[in-house]
């Protein structure tokens, strides 16, 4: 390198980037489900230039790709709030729930979506997802989720139904507080399901339900039994009539095989971790049955994932791909199709062979960087307090700062933003990330902690968190920080944490209750409140802090004691807040809280409410304006200059 072109020298924060905001949003799009249907592949792009819709594509065994549905259809259901398995195709024939009204939708080849289901009484008030084309082809199944005229999430019934084209519909399975994965067999004689009941989550104690042929039903495995609890996941039937299953009876989420008549389910392939993930959405997929008895599965180590064909002598076979993140396997002839992503590749479907011979089908976007541009992430486990969890150790994915054009001054440590998932049943990514690569861009050190509670390690690891939501979260995040700092690789007077969701929760509640660690946090649609989110959420959570936290309303004093609102008196530390003015999982009313609590006490704070916006940003603008005004705030409050090239408006700041 000549010195023409040698690194500038400029302080960690402010390098000039082209990763910008405009970036992360330029034709950017969400890939969601994948489907094979023939010689065709589909999938789901959500994409936030079109408004944050999900539109159908299909790419024809020529290579050539059409979106089925134009603006402003959009292919997206409400079901559990986050959604899932919004559509399905067969012979060409898609099925689909519109977004606007929730309603389920047929096409036809070469024809135009026609309504199935009629108009509900109440808008949005009878939801379907898990769509799953019954095998004689005539009909589909379905979860229908059905809102009382109450609005209570109390009410709210989910059931397992069958759809004819012309709106008649079969209730088959009712009963359960919540029910996924209705499986039809291949002779369409006997259903699969998975049921779970309030308080639990469905990682925590879903239950495998087979129906068989003389009306006759088997828990096959998991729910609770003798003090145990056991997760089943992503039930699959195979051509000879077995059923194939994820479940956690060993630690990890492992995969099993039963055969109706045959007696107790068979491990067939334990990796030590976990293969699954938590099903916050319905329609996930991480492992697929091939011809000749193969499997190809995907499953976690050290931070990223690994595709691997089990053969069926039961060998394993680790395949030498590119990526590091694997979901929506699916059985493609002899082949599978996914969507897989790594350090430098953001999401892609892809066909990969039992060889591992690779095509992509749908390339990511062009973003005309050379990987020099890119940050990739180091798994580090650190020590962290144990708690009485039984687990002392956390870990994180850490992005070191990298711009091929600027370098810091000698001797000046890099700012660090801690990022914290949301969930806080999920786990950090090693994917390419535009947003976080626009932090390290400009000179911050990122760690995406998976605190205990985090998934990927088992459910020893998982279950760590359960009663200590507010507790061990915190001590992890804060770990990680002193970690970091006192390996001298961060600037402990700069530290900065963020998070949605979930993890704005964290964020507030680590400023709050752990003073003194990070200068700066910014919390994205997070909970401020516990007892509010307990009181006034949707169904599928409604029971979800009874394990994180206690059971409500008994444990009303722990809810109070761990929510930051309760207890601003502690918060001396500059936050700001991200929010949507339509998300029904957090209310706006929670952000509004704590704003007035900072204001009154005169803690310097930005706050921002999107219109339109839900539980997660999904419209191009308001993502930009997200990013730049969260970069903003911290070059106000950790002393640092924008770069003039971007022309990035200041936000502001109340003193």
Known sequence: MTDSTAPRVLPHGSWPTLITSELVVRAAARLGEVGVDGDDVWWAEGRPSEGGRTALVRRSPDGTTADLLPPPWNARTRVHEYGGGAWTVAGGTVWFTGYADQRLYRVEPGGEPVAVTPEPARPAGVRFADLRVAPDGTAVVAVRETHAESGAAADVVHEVVRIDPDGTT????????????PRPSPDGRSLAWLQWQHPDMPWDAAELVVRGPDGAETVVAGGRSGGRAESVVQPVWAPDGSLWFLADRTDVWSLYRWVPGGGEPQLVVDTGSDIAGPQWVFGQRRFALLPGGRVVLAYGREGADRLAVREEDGTLRELDLPYAAFGQVSAAGDAVVCVAGGPASEPVVLRVGPDGRTEVLRPARDLGLDPGWFSRPE??????????????????????????????????????LVLVHGGPTSAARPVLDLGVQYWTSRGFTVADVDYRGSTGYGRRYRDALRGRWGVADLDDVVACARFLADAGRVDPA???????????????????????VFA???????????????????????????????PWPEGADVYAERSPIHHTGSLDTPLAVFQGDEDQV??????????????????????????????????????????DGELSFYAQVLGFDLPPEEGIAPIEVVR
């Open 170 to 181: 079969t209730v088959l399975v009712t009963g359960p507080d919540f029910v996924s994965d």
């Open 379 to 416: 798994h580090v486990t650190f020590a962290t307090e144990d708690g009485g969890s039984g687990v002392a150790e956390a870990h994180a994915l850490v992005y070191p700062p990298t711009n091929p054009q600027a370098t810091g001054p000698d001797g000046e440590r890099p700012p660090l």
């Open 494 to 516: 700069r530290m900065a944490i963020r998070g949605g969701s979930a993890g704005g929760y964290t964020t507030l509640a680590a400023l709050t209750f752990r003073p003194g």
């Open 520 to 550: 700066a946090g910014a919390s994205h649609y997070g909970v401020a409140d516990l007892a509010a989110l307990a009181a006034d959420t949707h169904s599928f959570e409604s029971r979800y802090l009874d394990g994180l936290i206690a």
């Open 586 to 627: 957090v209310p706006p009313a929670q952000a509004e809280l704590m704003v007035a609590a900072l204001r009154e006490k005169g803690v310097p704070h930005a706050y921002v409410l999107f219109a339109g916006e839900q539980h997660g940003f999904r419209k191009a603008e308001n993502i930009r304006a997200a990013l």
